[in-house]
């Protein structure tokens, strides 16, 4: 069974940035046993917003 999808609605809907797991806990100092947590809870490929809600907590940078 065939159905008819009207494409102008499918355009419409804005993609969302999609971040490599890997680069972003190199990029964020994450422990390689925290990062191994990520990638096993998001898989190579997450939102931003996954990234950011799942992450440990950052460190205090103190002078």
């Excluded at 971040?19 to 939102?47: M, P, T, Y």
Aim: hydrophobic share 30%; with cysteine; net charge positive.
């Amino acid at each position: 069974m065939f159905k008819h999808i009207n494409d102008q609605k499918l355009n419409s809907q804005p993609h969302q940035p999609v971040f490599d797991v890997v680069e972003h806990c190199i990029r964020h100092s994450i422990s390689s046993k925290d990062q191994g947590k990520l990638l096993s809870l998001l898989g190579k490929f997450a939102s931003r917003h996954e990234l950011e809600t799942n992450a440990p907590p950052k460190r205090p940078r103190f002078r």
